[in-house]
């Protein structure tokens, strides 16, 4: 198992940057794979950006060019650096992987982008 803590969360201004950090309580290297999801009051979860082996990454469509998703492997870390933020990203951001058949999540930390 493992258990993910999310960080970095905070009130930013449109346009201004915040980074994000997921640490893991085991090592990442063997993990299925390493992602961010996003979800605002009252609409469904979505996903943001994800890393698999090999360092591939996928980015979604609204957050492309602004969002840049890496992981630290010496610290166990997924991180998430956010620029030229906007007032649509304020979310609560969630920490995702994958070990054998089962997803784990963290709990989650918000993000608030005032206009």
């Known amino acids: 198992q493992v258990q993910l803590v999310e960080s970095g969360g905070g009130l930013v201004q449109v346009g201004g940057s915040l980074t994000l950090s997921c640490t893991a309580s085991?090592?990442?290297?063997?993990?299925?794979?390493m992602a961010w999801y996003r979800q605002a009051p009252g609409k469904q979860r979505e996903f943001v950006a994800r890393i698999n082996t090999g360092a591939n990454t996928v980015i979604a469509s609204s957050v492309l060019g602004r969002f840049t998703i890496s992981r630290d492997t010496a610290k166990n870390a997924l991180n998430l650096q956010m620029t030229d933020l906007k007032p649509d990203d304020t979310s609560v951001y969630f920490c995702?992987?994958?070990?054998?058949?089962?997803?784990?999540w963290g709990q989650g930390t918000q993000v608030t982008v005032s206009s």
């Open positions: 995702n992987t994958g070990l054998g058949r089962v997803d784990y």
């Open positions: 085991r090592n990442i290297f063997d993990l299925d794979h």
